[in-house]
T-cell receptor, first 117, second 114 residues
């Protein structure tokens, strides 16, 4: 079974500091994608960053970057210069061509990040 | 504005009373999907559709039905809701098959079944 594990249910960080959210996954797919989604209090699901597994270079999007360790099946999210607007639930997700190409995303259980002023 | 819309956003109902949650996208996307979000479980796929009249079960389809008669609409139907279907529901769409296409999520529907 494809699984995504987020072992940190809650985290807290001071404004302007850096925080890293952990994610590990398991997949039998040879080609797959990894994602981080942000869910603020509005409940909207917002794509933060994504990584294609065959690309060795870690993805970055402004203050957000990932540390993709393929052999270890690890995909952590680093948020630099944390801002109050970063307060949200963060979901790690994986997806690939699961027999029949369902376009299904497998989600972790989420990490609730609180940015403190 | 390109978007996925869901209605209603909030719904409280009673056990056994049939309901429909609508989902519509204005991006001409082929692929649409329904997820439910529960605390400690993340999001799980209920049903998906790869095109008009093509639908299939996801991981948690029991108690749900869907239809795809038009490309833009993908309603989720609960014929006889039960309390264990109390959840936050998301509709998602993407341009095509494969996760190279970004999935766009609707704003969510909070359903409570008493």
């Amino acid at each position: 079974a494809q699984t995504v594990t987020q072992s940190q249910p809650e985290m807290s960080v001071q404004e302007a500091e850096t925080v890293t959210l952990s994610c590990t996954y398991d997949t039998s797919e040879s080609n797959y994608y990894l994602f981080w989604y942000k869910q603020p209090p509005s409940r909207q699901m917002i794509l933060v960053i994504r990584q294609e597994a065959y690309k060795q270079q870690n993805a970055t999007e402004n203050r957000f970057s990932v540390n993709f360790q393929k052999a270890a099946k690890s995909f952590s999210l680093k948020i630099s210069d944390s801002q109050l607007g970063d307060t949200a639930m963060y979901f790690c997700a994986s997806g690939g061509l699961y027999g029949g190409a369902t376009n299904k995303l497998i989600f972790g259980t989420g990490t609730l990040l609180a940015v403190q002023p | 504005e390109a978007q996925v819309t869901q209605n209603p956003r909030y719904l409280i109902t009673v056990t056994g009373k049939k309901l429909t949650v609508t989902c519509s996208q204005n991006m001409n996307h082929e692929y649409m999907s329904w997820y439910r979000q529960d605390p400690g479980l993340g999001l799980r796929q209920i049903y998906y559709s790869m095109n008009v009249e093509v639908t299939d079960k996801g991981d948690v389809p029991e108690g749900y039905k869907v239809s795809r008669k038009e490309k833009r609409n993908f309603p989720l139907i609960l014929e006889s809701p039960s309390p264990n279907q109390t959840s936050l529901y998301f509709c998602a769409s993407s341009l095509g098959r494969g996760l190279s296409y970004e999935q766009y999520f609707g704003p969510g529907t909070r359903l409570t079944v008493t």
